[in-house]
């Protein structure tokens, strides 16, 4: 028979441990770079840009659309790489935690 009071104390405690996760993400950084390593993005898991390093090359007048479009790219890499992280701290916290249910992807919920 179908356990509805532990299925609510498996959700309650998922719920409580995603709570904690998500106050940890915070730390989680990502780097992303363009220009084969001439602009470099730091991001951090609230999704926010914390950093960005460009070479002196780049600081030229004439380049301005270059750089513009190089730091747009590093940015977009970051984003990806942290946005993985994320998932996979989310998906550790919660595993094994609550059934398998089919259409109840969690991971999607977080990214």
Do not use: C, W, Y
Not at 43 to 61: F, H, T, Y
Not at 66 to 87: F, G, P, R, W, Y
């Amino acid at each position: 028979m179908f356990d509805i009071m532990g299925m609510m104390g498996k959700v309650k405690e998922a719920q409580a441990k995603i709570k904690e996760t998500q106050a940890r993400l915070v730390h989680l950084t990502a780097e992303g770079e363009s220009g084969a390593g001439l602009v470099k993005v730091l991001v951090n898991g609230d999704r926010k840009v914390l950093k960005i390093d460009m070479d002196e090359s780049l600081l030229n007048a004439n380049d301005k659309e270059m750089l513009s479009d190089l730091i747009v790219a590093a940015t977009n890499k970051a984003m990806e790489a942290i946005d993985v992280k994320i998932k996979a701290e989310m998906k550790s916290a919660t595993e094994g935690m609550i059934p398998n249910i089919p259409g109840m992807d969690l991971g999607s919920m977080f990214g």
